[in-house]
């Protein structure tokens, strides 16, 4: 058996809570979760992509969870893109979708994403949520929700010099906390027909991966050693093929 599963995480300002910088932020807590999954779900095929105020892939999708997970420790960072100070779940969902759509050689056979988040949105969550849930569902994708949080609420420290100092954040005058929205994260579970999982309950997770999205592969689908790599590998023979023809020409 084997799927096609998008990894979707959060990686706002809000994601580096911890009470004490000696404490895994809410993203490294995130990332245990992720490298849990690949390790007890080696069939499937993962691909990653990242949001704050905007949303792009780190990975193609790919069989080769070796190189995943290096991307997951080496590559997936709050900072990584400029402003990262809003939880952009409507473009990280939105984006999904026009990937699945608009890339149906790559994305076409993802039907679940695993969005990873405290889901701390300002505003009217709802009404904002509204389009990029019906995009999903256009796209028949089903998010399962994993909410990464504390009970309360968590302050953010600041960095100095890219250092955690057991100093926090502050909005007027206070230290800035940020709550585990879990009512937001399992609207949109409910909403495409997915779950909701706090990072606490790894095992039922996985069990739910593994039980309830798994499917029999294609009878044409042969795994193999190469096919397990990250897709660049078909871009490289393609483009060789091409530069073949061209210098025969």
Known sequence: ATADFIFLN???RSMTARNFCSEPSFLDRSKEVMHEILDNVPEGRFGIIAFARLAFPLTQMTFDHSYLHDVIDKGLNVGMIFEATATGITNGLSVVAQKK???PEIYGDVEYVILFSDGFMDGDWRTEITQSLAEIRQ??????TV?????????IPRTIDGKCVDDYLQSSGRPLRIPLQDDLLKFIATETGGDYFGEGTINELISFIREDTLK???ENTQFTQ???RDISDTFLVSAT?????FLLL
Request: hydrophobic residues 45%; charged residues 15%.
């Open 101 to 103: 759509i608009g890339f």
């Open 147 to 155: 909410g990464v949080g504390n009970p309360g609420e968590t302050p």
């Open 10 to 12: 959060d990686i706002s």
């Open 139 to 144: 796209a028949g994708i089903k998010v399962i």
């Open 216 to 218: 029999p592969p294609a």
């Open 241 to 245: 093929v091409a530069l073949l023809i």
């Open 226 to 228: 190469e096919q397990r």
